[in-house]
């Protein structure tokens, strides 16, 4: 049974991850020696040192957290199937952009996996040792995908092992599934059971390879014959190192890297990512898994004992999937679509907040940081949650020495920052999404003062202008007044341009000393109308066609080519069925779609919308002679309605597709055509769909119904 104290619990499991992941992650691939020469033991975040951001993406964060939308996306089926899963990954990943290390069929065991799906091999032959060798099936892959599964059944072992297993078989085989099934079921029961020995000693009733229970006995052993994990760390080498397996990632060194760092920290949550990652290996693999577990374990007094590791994060995510707007996210977010996921599985009712903001969990700070692009004096002193010293939840804007020339600036990111030019990458995973705020939506806030005298407020945009350079928006200037003030701030149309940042400024006319709580803070459902133009008027300072623009970067492309052209908007050529560009939200409900498209030689194309992911939508297409509306799930398209429709090569049709609760509807220059109702997607986003073939598309509207 789902219990509604789990929901912290489940806070500090999904930051307990993070933290792992992103301590883990600037030494990953550095040998033991390196390590320790460098930095002897890594309490904490290192990224400086590599040049690297702090938050950046990883397989271990975007898996974790995609695969298993499987459960959302099948109606929550206690009896999700493999297949189903696999399914998923067709869904989120994009071949060779997203989530996935792109190393190669028989190199990387994720990648061999998507080949093999892609195929119509089905789980559990797609991660199979009979099918893929030992090799690539028993490497580390299974078990840094696996916490979700667990998260969704708190206390649940068995659901949890069920799950793991099968979503362990998708891509892995052999011992890595075991293992996989192993930290899923401790992770579950330490929703309940503290005690590392006691949860070890239950979780082995849910394996049955018995070279696994010979290793976790035998490490086990050598923990509690030593005082020191250096000592460990140093059997495993001489006994389980690299060396002593085939591939070059294999899950059995890794996996006792986990059970060293559990056993040897005691209920220190810091020392057990800190083993994990000084020890070497796979790095954040390993300190993602145990700092998932400890999280679980030890809860948020675990995580902030000693350290301000949690500060330094603020919460911020990225989870990068062909669902691109819901790349840039945070621990609450994510969170609650588990909490969600958990009740829906023991068909039980729970409250989650509805604003895309609202700072439940103590110390949660959902991505705001202080806005550092204006050089000059911050009057801010202080961004925290407000619910352990105030008892409300929120977030705590604190200011001292606030007057002229001299104001409290606070921002959340809603893009993604452009890097540099000139400089790379630092990161072999992109950082691949589509805003989370578009012109024109509408932000709604509540917030409180909690002084006689306040400051003025007024919220800002930055968005990338027509030469990729930031410029800055202010909204209306509001005179606060104690108690909760309701702030509406109709988002300005950037013309198409991507948002980057949403921010709060506060100012005052005379000195001013005090804080004030952000309640809450949200927008939703699709722009009012949001317009992209031809790229000559999005960009006519940069080559038209480059592909490096930022108004691009906010769609998500499976399609083979995809880029500006000179005379419209896009080009978009595939070479097979199925290439879906989209942008837009989850939540993006009841909206019209249109462009005007010109049929190039394609076996069918046409407009998607309610997209989740770019298997999973509706569309509006010309194929075959008709017009027609249809729904895709997975490799199934249904025709919901069509009509003979004639029309030539080359011809260029205005085409608006209406999506109204569960009113479906197609108008081609102007006149409707085909209606039909469907009540199965809700909401998601919006852009186009290619068959074999290219169409070029002018101008992109997004309007609210």
């Known amino acids: ?271 057990s990512i800190m083993i994990a990652t000084s020890a070497g290996w796979d790095t954040d693999c390993n300190a993602g898994n145990l700092g998932c577990l400890n999280g679980i374990r030890l809860g948020l007094d675990g995580l902030d004992q000693g350290t301000n590791l949690r500060k330094a994060v603020a919460d911020r995510l990225y989870v990068v999937s062909a669902d691109g707007g819901s790349c840039i996210t945070d621990a609450v977010l994510e969170t609650r679509k588990i909490i969600e996921a958990c009740a829906r599985l023991n068909d039980t009712d729970t409250e989650i907040p509805e604003s895309r903001y609202s700072f439940e969990y103590p110390g949660s700070v959902q991505g705001f940081m202080p806005y550092n692009r204006f050089r000059e004096e911050q009057a801010l002193t202080g961004i925290e949650n407000s619910l352990r010293e105030y008892g409300e ?7 001292e020495g606030m007057g002229k020339g001299s104001r409290a600036m606070i921002c959340v990111d809603t893009f993604v920052d452009l890097l540099p030019k000139g400089k790379e990458g630092t990161s072999y995973f992109d950082v691949l999404c589509s805003p989370t705020l578009y012109s024109t939506q509408d932000v709604n806030a509540i917030i409180k ?53 949403l921010g709060i400024e506060l100012t005052s006319d005379k000195r001013l000393d005090g804080s004030m709580i952000l309640k809450s803070l949200d927008w939703s459902n699709a722009p009012v109308k949001f317009r992209m133009g031809t790229s000559m008027e999005l960009t006519p300072a940069l080559t038209p066609w480059t592909i490096n623009t930022a108004w691009l970067k906010t769609f998500m492309s499976s399609a083979a080519n995809f880029c500006p052209d000179y005379t419209t908007t896009f080009s978009i050529s595939h070479d097979s069925s199925n290439g879906v560009v989209t942008t837009g939200t989850s939540d993006w409900k009841n909206y019209g779609v249109s462009s005007d498209i010109t049929f190039s030689f394609q076996e069918g194309a046409g407009l998607v919308a309610r997209a989740n992911g770019h298997r999973q939508y509706y569309g509006a297409v010309l194929m075959d002679g008709y017009v027609q509306i249809i729904k895709r799930k997975d490799d199934n398209i249904k025709v919901l309605v069509k009509k003979p429709y004639v029309y030539n090569f080359e011809d260029t049709i205005a085409m608006e597709f209406i999506l109204e609760n569960e009113n479906l509807s197609v108008r081609l220059n102007g006149a409707e055509e085909i209606s039909c109702q469907d009540t199965d997607y809700k909401e998601g986003g919006a852009g186009y769909l290619v068959n074999r073939g290219c169409i070029l598309a002018n101008k992109f509207t997004i309007k609210r119904v």
């Open 1 to 271: 049974m789902f219990k509604e104290q789990y929901k912290e619990t489940l806070y500090a499991g999904v930051l307990g991850k993070m933290l792992g992941v992103y301590l883990g992650r600037p030494v990953e691939g550095w040998s033991f020696s390196q390590i320790d020469h460098k930095f002897g033991e890594v309490y904490n975040f290192k990224n400086h040192f590599t040049g690297a951001p702090l938050i950046v993406p990883d397989d271990d964060l975007s898996g974790t957290f995609t695969f298993y939308r499987a459960l959302k996306d099948n109606g929550y089926n206690k009896e999700l199937a493999a297949e189903d899963i696999g399914n998923a990954w067709l869904n989120y990943i994009i071949d060779n952009k997203t989530i996935l290390w792109w190393g190669g069929l028989s190199r990387c065991s994720e990648h061999t996996a998507y080949i093999r799906l892609k195929e119509g091999i089905t789980p559990p032959m797609s991660g199979s040792v009979e099918l893929n060798g030992a090799s690539m099936a028993e490497q580390i892959g299974a078990q840094i995908f696996i916490d979700t599964w667990a998260l969704v059944n708190p206390g649940n072992p068995d659901g949890a092992a069920e799950m793991a297993r099968k979503a362990a078989s998708v891509s892995h085989g052999g011992i890595a599934v075991d293992a996989a099934v192993y930290l899923a079921v401790m992770e579950s029961l330490a929703f309940e059971i503290k005690d590392v020995n006691k949860l070890m000693d239950m979780a082995l009733a849910y394996i049955s390879d018995e070279l696994l229970i010979d290793l976790i006995a035998e490490v086990r052993e050598v923990c509690s014959k030593s005082t020191d994990w250096h000592e460990v760390r140093e059997w495993i080498a001489k006994n389980h190192g690299y060396d002593k397996y085939p591939g070059s990632c294999p899950m059995i060194t890794n996996h006792l890297v986990v059970l060293m760092g559990l056993l040897m920290a005691g209920d220190d949550f810091n020392k």
């Open 393 to 399: 939840s929120g977030l705590l804007i604190s200011y």
């Open 449 to 501: 003062c909690r002084d006689v005298k306040n400051p003025k407020l007024r919220f800002f945009i930055d968005y990338f202008d027509e030469e990729d350079e930031i410029k800055t928006i202010y909204g209306e200037l509001h005179n606060m007044h104690q108690g909760n003030n309701q702030i509406h701030f109709p988002v300005p149309d950037t013309k198409g341009h991507p948002i980057y940042q």
